[in-house]
């Protein structure tokens, strides 16, 4: 920052003092708040780990889903993708109490409160830990993109519009109607 | 402010009548108000603002340089309030008193997390689809820039710099940005 230049650095040493469920996110060294998401988020958030759960055990895989579940990155990044993948290959090595270790896959929906945070902050950090598929979700817009992961760098994979199916690239095959996660409504 | 895709749209009708000076601005049909600038951004505002008027200055430009907040309109459904924009010397004409009527050619957002969601995606779809010819993102947190020029009517990323390096503008054939002297501490 410009002006505070004298900004405390929090770790993970103090995130875990926190209350547990404390609305806030350990980013880049610094607590950041979340307010409550609101009934669109997190019905988007509900869908879409049932659309990978759903797929998951159509095709007889073993997987592990959770919203808003605890990363830890490293000393000054603990944060909550809203809704992550773990493979089962990797299950045992990073699903502990925490998440300790980089999921295969994180979606994000944005929010005018969260978006700097997604697009950038916790984009370089998930870039920077080898996250596979980073999906983002803007319920605003209607619309959501997929970035994969090419020789460390993030590429704009794919885009799609609220009338379009975004597919996955790690977990070929399932696709996500964006017609059906921007309705009020649950029915498929 | 948390403006989801169900809310009532606002139209232009509702907006133009709230005359000069309403801190909002339509975007997509909707009416957003953000809050006040920090010191910071209008800190940063100065500077870049005293950059570039050196330099029309330098070149004899005849275009105006405006600094926000006041109304550019693109169409009906937006009403928005760069930053900075450079109007050429062809289109001032289209200028009003009120409000402005032509698409710049040349924007800067400093954002700021309460408009980073605006900046880096609904404005910028909006600058690119009207054709701004360059549009250049200050990060104020993340104390970086970029530079978005229009290619066959999108936007392609032409540089990202650092706190520490140039920003080289294309528009503005020899405009360079020196980041060390727009973010250094106060």
């Known amino acids: ?150 020789n460390g760098v993030y590429v704009l994979h794919k885009t799609a519009q609220k009338n379009e199916v975004l597919y996955s690239v790690i977990l070929d095959g399932l696709g996500f109607d964006l017609s059906y996660l921007f309705k009020k409504g649950q029915k498929l | 402010m948390a403006l989801t895709g169900n809310k009532p749209k606002t139209t232009i009708d509702d907006y133009m009548p709230a005359k000069e000076g309403i801190p909002f601005q339509l975007i997509n049909n909707s009416a957003v108000g953000l809050p006040l600038p920090t010191v910071s951004h209008q800190v940063i505002l100065t500077r870049i603002i005293t950059i570039l008027l050196n330099f029309l200055n330098s070149i004899d430009d005849k275009g105006l340089l405006i600094a926000g907040p006041v109304d550019v309109k693109f169409d009906d459904q937006n009403i928005l309030h760069p930053d900075i924009f450079y109007i050429g010397e062809n289109e001032k004409s289209m200028l009003l008193n009120e409000s402005v009527k032509c698409v710049p050619d040349f924007i800067i957002e400093i954002i700021s997390t309460e408009s980073a969601y605006y900046d880096m995606r609904q404005k910028k779809d909006i600058y690119e689809r009207h054709g701004v010819k360059e549009y250049i993102i200050i990060d104020t947190i993340g104390l970086k820039a970029e530079l978005y020029n229009i290619t066959d009517g999108a936007y392609i990323l032409n540089q990202e710099v650092n706190e520490t390096e140039k920003l080289n503008s294309t528009f503005f054939r020899k405009l360079s940005l020196d980041m060390s002297k727009i973010f250094t501490a106060v």
Do not use: C, W
């Open chain 1, 1 to 150: 920052m410009l002006i505070a230049e004298k900004k405390k650095k929090y770790t993970v040493d103090d995130y875990m003092l926190l209350e547990e469920g404390a609305p806030f996110q350990l980013i880049n060294y610094e607590l950041v708040m979340s307010p409550s998401p609101n009934s669109l988020h997190q019905a988007i958030s509900s869908k879409l780990s049932h659309l990978i759960i759903s797929f998951l055990n159509s095709e007889q895989r073993e997987g592990y889903v959770a919203i808003s579940m605890d990363v830890v990155f490293d000393e000054g990044n603990v944060f909550q993708p809203d809704v992550l993948y773990v493979s089962e290959e990797r299950i045992d090595e990073i699903v502990k109490d925490k998440i300790e270790g980089t999921p295969d896959l994180a979606i994000e929906i944005l929010s005018p409160s969260n978006a700097y945070h997604d697009l950038r902050v916790k984009r370089e950090i998930y870039e920077k830990y080898g996250l596979k598929e980073y999906i983002i979700i803007d319920p605003i817009s209607q619309n959501a993109v997929l970035y994969t992961l090419e």
